[in-house]
């Protein structure tokens, strides 16, 4: 590019030549990347979404004197300290980094042993059944307390690691920003009580508890050694004047197990509704308890298969869920369904949603998180896995380096540490971090069986209320969403869009052309907002107003232009050829304020001709006649099929018969033809009707269905607004790249007009036309501000025209505001996004690459 | 199939030529049809935007109604429609009523009125069924007060209660009434500059001293003799502050105390009386007794609030200046950040690079970005400008506020960049389509004559480009006005307490959280209590964004016809 001369050029010049070149790569060559980063950045978000959990720490120590059983146990918050309730009648409490002894809380009841224990679901009490028949309920509090680092005791504290120590009781944990964090175990312990009803020994409990502290209520389920069982409510109420504690006890007697029944554990739901007695063999017997007063055995089932023995079972949080563990390692997950032909007393079975990844061995402890619906399992050989019950996603899998049988196994209630310790004295703290258990390939794509379901479904419940919420991460429905969205209304606009565009571009004066296209873009360029705005908030009322006369102008349009266009025939050849744009494009406007006017008009003749006078009811009331709407979904493809028949079989015929006659006589034959056959189509549509009606199908629950205000036909009128210029502009620009001497060549060989457009300008244009459709599609399917406003945001998978829908990109625009940055839904939003994306893009290159093709094959012609 | 078809048409032209199946009417007419359709919606929603925001601000008359179950009321008439009346009402109604009703194919008419008085009534707009009106008038001593708080009040001014003087007869009331509430307007500005500016002004100053002093004891190796002082300094400077505070409020209490002593007892048709303060009207429309010249009059004011004020009730009332201000710094912003960096990769594209494969599939990728839905943008502006770049800008230079963000949430400049990428691949399109329309004759002269290649660009390429990329800049920021769901992630809210740029150091807030017309659109729309009460003011709110945007692209719609024409004339 550089001369080489004589004389030089000035420096100056060659400088600024250079930094523009410098300037001008780099910037664009940023500017292009900055562009593409977008997707690079959608996917670095998404990706923590299908990880599992990270190992942050862990450390195995071995424990002094081990204990040979553990009868419930649990650990703090911040996974400081573990406590251990022995059978000896004694807590102990140790720190769960080291394993180091810090107290022994001893349980006071002399001549009297512990026979069974029970936890409610948060861990926070513990009943304790005795052989003299009473029980004692003890408070199993952490007290936590964060103090500044000059609060510390100077003196009397031992190191245990790096960060913690203690004076034996409490453990002082230093903390970044100069805090120590306080923990220690403060158990209080009840009175016992004896409950009334028998002296004989506690066998089995299980226990929840409620209420406020100053009216608390304990709920108990009890079994004593003559194998009565009986449910007490312990309600306690202080007198706020004296100060002074009432006790309340009542009892029910439960109906009673069969005979043979060996009993391994009985389990309360956290609302104390139902209890759950599972036998060694692998039966559970499910009581409801929702009337106190009238328990009732409503079910036994067999939650393993024959001759498994079942070795563990435990609640999850939330009181639905119920997890199962066999002698085999198989691990299954069961929760009630409300179920009328199963023919128990309560009308509730209890199913068998869910499998997991079966363990080498059998499972023995069951650990919950109080928080969530993670929990941790442990076999008899001393695997440990940590696994989320929705996704079945296995978080975590410590694998012993010898068989060991484990004693305790606990996860800690946030979810990010479990600790195990094994009968030899090891123990095994592991902190992990599973950012986001719930989410996996299966619960955003797949079907999902969720607590209380009556089947497997496709749900999106993003809020949550409370911790024991399963929250429903299923793109499915708003993929649906958009894609109903986008197709109802790219059947609204295409045809509209890409007639218009032929019309403009092959049968109206230039002049004119230059005037429509302009105001096709001003139109493009509407913002969403108002479109979505006028649709919900003016259209939507007017429309569910007169619902039967839209339907309805959607039935006379067609038939109106086309007896418009037979009437157009009588008009005199030389006006139709001189003033023929304009004069049918006014005329179809006359025709449609006519459609208008008698659609309004005939509504109510309409309502009741076809649907037995009220349109929404009929589409509510399933026993009135199907046909009437069959026959108007039909009538496009009867005539389409009649036109097929004609062409194929009589056309030929026909073009023999003109040729003898004169035009006079051909337009009162040409109407009656049309006529004939609009008539035959009729009654033919009826005829296929009225079939496929007896045979049992109707377009009820399908495609149409109740109506509510905000709808897909609303949404579907305002993304046609929004599309329609955007495929007419291109689809006009397509065709108008046809170059003229095609035109030329087919008029002088004598072809019509219409013959012309047909025969040669559409096939040459057609990869243009359809990449113009392919673009409004992309639109469609992205539109935000349209859906979020008329389409009533319901995310249910429903091809019902007159229900609403929820959008991906609405779903975006109304959650992303209020979500945690970098939670889970903060992230399946992002998903949601890279979804849309993917598909706009797949969508666009599509349409750009036949597009271009287009263009090429443009050039050559 | 296709072949026969041709071949049968084509011998029947050349027979007889009468042949009608030929001329395909039916197909011609269909395509027609969408033609007559496209034009009647836009036709129809132009028509519907238009007048819907053009008489929205009209004062229309107020009807007294005496209804047929002996109750008065009073109201605007808004709109009327047919409806059908559901079977149970019809059950109930008198024998006479019902044959009526049913003459009229179960439909019967409504009109909706507004009838103002929310504190009264709990609601403001009732329907009124045509055939339960008794009789109507529209007596000239009904007025609609158009106040601060709870919307209008259509009744009768009862009484003046002006510095403990009662004044109850009628002319004296509207000889005095409109000099009181422009009297009382001035008190109510008074006070609100007096709370706005200075003591906000105040505020700012504190808010400013406490970071300072913040940021000095979070510096590391802060000695405690320095902490102190820098404490003690503080704590003067607020004292002086606080006192300065002081003195504003006592001003301000004062002169509330005297805006209590001029009140208005106001009463509605039954008879309900209501006391305020004068300074709580905004304006009195005497609706009934108004020439068509006096309404033009209340018709123009209100649109002077709605260009000049700011927003009250909720947005449905009062002005939109800080929407539409907020709409144009964001845009000017959008376009600066836009315009070198869309015309740089256009440049580098079309001029630098080497064309082939590489440069013709991002062309392609860039082509389709135009088509990515706008939401994505801004998912990536807020997860990516304002969440990691603010939180690092936060982090590194305004640590002192923290964990309360400043870049580290939605905002004005993040919209901008936001926006900016949505509409880059719109400049970048427009740029090469230009810098390909000029001929490459003109280059080759131009380098041959011995310039550069820069000067080659900057002298004959950019300036024959530029009406094109104008043109491609003008369509970039009418979209980016119009867009609004990438916003509502990146930092527009309903309300701002403040404008984007004040007098406040460094005066151009670019941190800020602003208004935007389209999003006042959605937010008066859908989130308001009353979707009927925000109408109107949608309805204006689209008239001023839609004719924005029209206007936008005419201008780019009139720079590319003109450059066409240039180009057809100037080929070398």
Redesign the interface.
């Known amino acids: ?3 080489r001369r004589e004389k030089t ?1 000035r420096k100056t ?2 400088w ?2 250079r ?3 410098r ?3 780099v ?3 940023s ?2 990347v ?3 980063g ?1 997707l690079v ?2 996917v670095v ?1 998404v990706m923590p979404l299908f990880s599992g959990a990270r190992i942050m720490e862990s450390s195995r120590r071995t424990l002094a004197n081990p204990p040979t059983a553990v009868l419930a146990s649990g650990m703090d918050e911040y996974h400081t300290l573990v406590y251990l309730v022995l059978p000896e009648g004694s807590i102990r409490v140790i720190h769960a980094e080291t394993g180091v002894d810090l107290e022994s809380v001893p349980i006071e009841r002399e001549g009297v042993e512990i026979r069974s224990v029970a936890e409610t679901m948060d861990r926070e009490h513990l009943a304790i059944g005795y052989s003299d028949g009473k029980v004692q309920m003890v408070d199993l509090k952490f007290n936590v307390q964060v103090i500044p680092e000059g609060q510390v005791p100077a003196t009397g504290l031992t190191s245990l690691n790096a960060r913690d120590r203690t004076d034996g009781k409490s453990v002082y944990s230093l903390l970044p920003g100069q805090q120590v964090r306080v923990v220690r175990f403060t158990p209080i312990m009840e009175e016992p009580v004896s409950l009334g009803t028998s002296d004989r020994a506690v066998t089995a409990i299980a226990f929840q508890s409620g209420g406020k502290a100053e009216r608390s209520t304990s709920i108990l389920v009890t079994r004593t050694e003559d194998g009565l069982l009986n449910l007490n409510r312990i309600e306690r109420r202080l007198n706020l004047m004296t100060g002074q504690m009432k006790t309340v006890i009542e009892n029910t007697e439960l109906p009673g197990l069969p005979d043979n029944v060996e009993l391994f554990s009985m389990c309360l739901s956290e609302q104390a509704d139902t209890l759950l007695i599972a036998a060694m063999d692998g039966r559970v017997f499910r009581y409801n308890l929702q009337k106190p007063d009238q328990p009732v055995l409503a079910e036994t089932i067999r939650v393993l298969p024959q001759g498994v023995r079942l070795t563990a079972i435990h609640y999850l949080v939330g009181g639905q869920a119920v997890l199962v563990g066999g002698a085999d390692g198989s691990l299954r997950l069961f929760f009630p369904i409300n179920e009328e032909t199963m023919g128990t007393p309560d009308k509730r079975v209890l199913v068998e949603a869910r499998r997991f990844d079966p363990l080498p061995d059998a499972v023995v402890q069951i650990s919950p998180a109080s928080r969530g619906k993670t929990f941790a399992v442990s076999t008899a050989s001393g695997h440990v896995r940590v696994i989320h019950a929705t996704s079945r996603k296995t978080l975590l899998d410590v694998v012993p380096a010898a068989s060991d049988p484990p004693t305790a196994t606990i996860l800690s209630p946030r979810m990010d540490a479990v600790f195990s310790l094994f009968r030899s004295g090891s123990t095994d703290l592991v902190r992990f971090s599973a950012p986001h258990p719930e989410t996996d390939f299966a619960t955003l794509f797949e079907r999902v069986w969720y607590e209380g379901y009556p089947q497997p479904t496709f749900t999106w419940q993003s809020s949550s209320g409370s911790d024991s919420f399963e929250s429903k991460f299923s793109l499915v429905p708003l993929i649906f969403g958009s894609v109903k969205a986008a197709l109802y209304s790219l059947l609204f606009a295409v ?6 565009a ?3 571009s092959e ?2 004066h230039p002049r004119v052309r230059g005037m ?1 296209k ?6 493009a ?6 479109l ?3 649709a ?3 259209l939507a009322p007017v429309v569910e ?1 007169w619902v039967a006369a839209v339907m309805m102008t959607f039935m006379l ?2 038939v109106l ?2 007896a ?3 009437l ?2 009588w008009v005199p050849q030389h006006f139709a050829e001189y003033s023929g744009g304009w004069a ?2 006014g ?3 006359l ?2 304020c006519l459609a208008m006017w008698g659609s309004i008009e005939g509504s ?1 003749w309409f309502e009741s001709a076809f649907f037995g006078g009220d349109f929404k009811m009929w589409l509510t009331q399933s026993p009135m006649q199907a046909t009437p709407m069959l026959f108007i979904l039909f009538f496009p493809v009867t005539v389409v099929l009649m036109g097929f028949l004609y ?1 194929r079989f009589i ?2 015929w ?2 023999r018969f ?6 006079k006589t ?2 009162i034959y ?1 109407a009656l033809r ?1 006529a004939g056959l609009a008539a035959i189509a009729v009654v033919l549509n009826l005829a296929i009707a009225s079939a496929v009606a007896a045979l049992g199908f109707d377009a009820r629950g399908w495609i149409v269905g109740t109506y509510v205000q905000r709808n897909t036909l609303i949404v579907g009128f305002a993304m ?2 929004a599309v ?1 210029p955007l495929i ?1 502009s291109i689809a006009e620009d397509a065709l108008n790249a046809v170059p003229n001497h095609l035109r030329a060549a087919s008029l002088a ?7 012309t457009v ?2 040669v300008v559409l096939p040459a244009a057609m990869s243009g036309v359809f990449s113009a459709a392919m ?1 409004g599609l ?2 469609a ?5 349209i859906v ?2 008329a389409a009533g945001n319901t995310p249910i998978l429903d091809w019902n025209i007159f229900n609403g829908l929820r959008s991906l ?1 609405a779903t ?2 109304v959650e ?2 209020e979500a945690v ?1 970098g939670g889970t839904l903060y992230r399946v ?2 998903l949601s ?1 890279l979804v ?2 993917a598909m ?2 797949v ?3 599509v349409a ?2 036949v597009r ?1 093709r287009f263009r090429k094959r443009a050039a050559q012609l | 199939m296709r072949s026969s078809t041709i071949s049968s048409s084509k011998r029947s032209v050349f027979e007889t030529g009468c042949n009608l199946t030929a001329q395909g009417e039916p197909f011609v007419w269909s395509m027609a049809g969408g033609l007559a359709i496209g034009i009647f919606m836009i036709v129809a929603f132009l028509v519907l935007i238009l007048w819907n925001g053009l008489v929205a601000f009209y004062p229309g008359p107020i009807r007294l109604l005496h209804l047929k179950n002996g109750r008065v009321m009073a109201g605007e008439p808004i709109r009327s429609e047919l409806y059908r009346i559901d079977p149970q009402k019809l059950g109930q109604m008198s024998e006479e009523a019902r044959r009526m009703v049913m003459d009229r194919g179960g439909y019967s008419r409504r009109w909706l009125y507004k009838t103002g008085n929310f504190d009264l009534y709990n609601d403001d707009y009732r329907w009124v069924d045509d055939d339960d009106i008794e009789r109507m008038e529209t007596p000239d001593d009904l007025v609609m007060v158009e106040r601060r708080e709870w919307g209008p009040f259509i009744g009768t001014i009862r009484m003046l209660k002006i510095d403990g003087k009662e004044i109850s007869d009628p002319s004296e009331i509207v000889r005095r009434i409109d000099d009181e509430i422009q009297l009382a307007c001035a008190r109510f500005e008074a006070i609100r500059t007096i709370e706005r500016d200075r003591i906000g002004d105040v505020n700012h100053r504190m808010e400013a001293a406490r970071l300072a002093l913040r940021k000095e004891l979070m510096k590391p190796n802060v000695g405690a003799a320095e902490r102190e002082a820098a404490q003690a300094r503080h704590d003067q400077e607020m004292a002086e502050w606080k006192e300065r505070y002081q003195v504003l409020e006592r001003e301000v209490d004062a002169r509330k105390a005297e805006d209590s002593r001029f009140r208005v007892v106001l009463a509605d048709v039954e008879g309900r009386q209501k006391e305020m303060a004068i300074s709580q009207i905004v304006r009195r429309i005497p609706a009934n007794g108004l020439t068509t010249a006096g309404r033009l009059g209340v018709y123009a004011d209100r649109w002077w609030e709605l260009v000049s004020a700011e927003p009250r009730e909720a947005n449905t009332e009062g002005g939109i200046f800080p929407a539409i201000f907020g709409t144009f710094v964001m845009t000017m912003l959008m376009v600066v950040v836009v315009a070198p960096f869309g015309v740089m990769a256009a440049l580098y594209l079309r001029e630098y690079a080497r064309q082939g494969l590489l440069v013709s599939s991002v062309r392609v990728c860039v082509n389709n970005l135009a088509g990515v839905p706008s939401i994505v943008y801004g998912v990536f502006g807020l997860g990516f400008f304002a969440y990691t770049v603010g939180g690092i800008v936060d982090s590194l230079l305004f640590a002192e506020k923290l964990p309360n963000p400043t870049f580290g949430t939605g905002g004005l400049l993040w919209s901008a960049l936001t926006l900016a990428l949505l509409t880059v691949p719109v400049v970048i399109v427009a740029t090469e389509e230009a810098l390909s329309a000029v001929p490459d004759s003109l280059r080759e002269g131009s380098l041959a004559c011995g310039a550069s290649r820069w000067q080659t660009i900057k002298y004959v390429v950019l300036p024959k480009a530029m009406p094109g990329i104008l043109t491609g800049l003008i369509l970039a920021m009418a979209r980016g006005a119009g867009e609004v769901a990438p916003l509502m992630l990146v930092g527009v809210v309903k309300l701002a307490p403040e404008l984007p740029i004040d007098g406040n150091f460094p005066f151009l807030h670019l941190e800020r959280s602003f208004m935007h017309l389209a999003f006042h659109i959605f937010d008066v729309g859908f989130q308001s209590r009353n979707s009927e009460a925000g109408k109107p003011m949608v309805f204006v709110t689209t008239l001023i964004l839609v004719g924005m945007i029209a206007v936008l692209n005419a201008t780019a719609i009139f720079v590319r016809n003109r450059l066409k024409r240039k180009y057809m004339t100037g080929h070398f």
């Open positions: 590019m550089t001369l050029v010049v060659l600024a030549d930094l523009a070149d300037v001008i790569t910037g664009g060559i500017v292009i900055a562009v593409l977008i950045f959608l978000e045809p509209i869009a890409i007639l218009a032929i019309y403009t049968f109206v429509l302009p105001t096709m873009e001003i139109m360029s509407i913002p969403s907002v108002v979505g705005f006028i919900a908030l003016v107003n349009l067609p232009l086309f418009a266009s037979i157009w025939q049918r494009m005329g179809a406007g025709v449609i109510a062409h056309n030929s026909m073009i003109y040729s003898c006659i004169s035009l051909a337009r040409d049309w046609g607004f329609i007419f060989c004598g072809a019509t007009r219409w013959q047909f025969f673009i992309g639109r399917v992205g539109e935000t501000m979020v406003m990109s975006i625009a992303l505001p940055k939003l992002f996004a849309l994306f706009t893009f969508i666009n290159t750009e690459i271009l």
